[in-house]
């Protein structure tokens, strides 16, 4: 019970703390689980994040379903997504229902503020990553290579590539470098794998059938949100297009309250697929209000996670085999250069665009670095800085 209370209050923290996007709550987590906790260490941690690169789903809501899962089994697991999610989820579905009292522009310099900050998170781990996972030259110049291309052909498809790539450059790279293959906890036995999968392609069946008969009530609300997150690879960014074309085709909702609800969901701490929450509680279709935004939200984070709980089983039987090791290796520093880019664009870009943010998220990276300050005091500098340029220097 112990073990499961830390791990929902850790990903509740998580969840009110973590701004800036999926490539930066890679950054959090890593920071909390490897760099703090060690409850996994880097090799470990990149194995995760390239599995969940080639599943479809909310890739950093993935990696921290399986972290709870190796650290307190399917409870865990469960306790993780409820601990991340519902901060934001109670944030979308509150706004939904108060969209008319709020004024963004109070909130905007704050909002810069955040963004800086994951600039520098994501910097101490994009740098702690490539440090454990690029030892040597040959794997360093490969990273390095996956992202100059990725920042030039930035798609989530280009990620898939880079890591499977990363996959099959991984014995040429390492060859005079044997990698033993490391320990796995147990992820379950096949057969609860293989339900899993049957219930994933159940939804994808089944759902539209019942849509059909349910046209504008929950059955059909679930459906659309169940296809979203089924069908997209990237996260958050990436299923907007689906989810608009959705609310705005059945007539559920205009595509201006849609674009609002994204512009929200990328101001709260947590998963971009929040959004669901938001757009459950203000379709005109389902039942609305809360419990519109629990069957969306739902219905949005289950096929990535039963994806996930159907092939993890196998996927960590076969990376047991040293080739496969030798492989992931490959695969752990097409990850560094995964996110490399993405360091790049859009973190970078939008959160640091002039020198006085460059300058700050900067400093905020040497507090982490080397006064190893919490990821929680850097978020509330950041917040401080934003209002502060704002505030005193908003010509900078």
């Not at 490539?130 to 498809?157: E, H, K, N, Q, Y």
């Not at 390492?174 to 379950?188: E, I």
């Amino acid at each position: 019970m112990a073990s499961l209370l830390d791990v929902f209050l850790t990903f509740l923290r998580l969840g009110l703390t973590s701004f800036g996007g999926p490539v930066a709550h890679l950054a959090y987590f890593r920071e909390a689980f490897v760099t703090r906790r060690k409850w996994l260490d880097d090799a470990a941690y990149a194995d995760l994040v390239a599995l969940c690169q080639f599943l479809p789903g909310p890739a950093s809501s993935q990696v921290g379903f399986a972290i709870g899962r190796l650290r307190a089994g399917l409870p865990g697991a469960l306790a993780a997504f409820v601990g991340f999610t519902l901060p934001s989820f109670l944030m979308m579905a509150l706004l939904a229902v108060s969209l008319d009292r709020i004024d963004p522009a109070a909130a905007a310099p704050f909002i810069h503020g955040l963004k800086i900050a994951a600039v520098a998170i994501v910097l101490h781990a994009l740098v702690g990553m490539a440090t454990s996972l690029c030892p040597d030259w040959p794997r360093r110049v490969f990273a390095a290579l996956i992202g100059v291309a990725l920042v030039v052909m930035a798609s989530p498809l280009a990620q898939i590539a880079a890591v499977a790539l990363g996959l099959l450059a991984g014995p040429l790279l390492n060859r005079d470098a044997p990698l033993p293959p490391r320990p796995s906890p147990p992820q379950g036995g096949k057969a609860f794998a293989v339900l899993c999968g049957g219930l994933f392609v159940a939804g994808l069946v089944l759902g539209p059938i019942a849509a059909a008969h349910d046209a504008g009530g929950g059955l059909a609300l679930a459906d659309a949100f169940y296809r979203a997150g089924a069908l997209v690879f990237g996260g958050g960014h990436v299923v907007l297009p689906l989810l608009e074309t959705e609310m705005t085709r059945a007539g559920w909702m205009p595509q201006s309250d849609v674009l609002a609800g994204y512009a929200a969901a990328q101001a709260t701490p947590g998963p971009l697929f929040a959004i669901s929450a938001f757009l459950g509680a203000s379709a005109d279709a389902g039942p609305g209000g809360m419990a519109g935004a629990a069957l969306a939200t739902l219905a949005i984070f289950a096929p990535g996670f039963l994806i996930l709980l159907a092939v993890q089983p196998f996927w960590t039987a076969v990376r047991a085999a040293p080739l496969a090791q030798r492989a992931m290796a490959g695969a752990n520093a097409a990850v560094v250069g995964v996110l490399g880019a993405a360091f790049v664009d859009p973190i970078a870009r939008t959160g640091a665009p002039g020198l006085a943010e460059a300058a700050i998220a900067l400093g905020l990276y040497a507090l982490l670095r080397f006064a190893k300050a919490s990821p929680v005091l850097i978020v509330a500098l950041g917040a401080g800085a934003g209002w502060a340029l704002s505030t005193f220097a908003p010509g900078l």
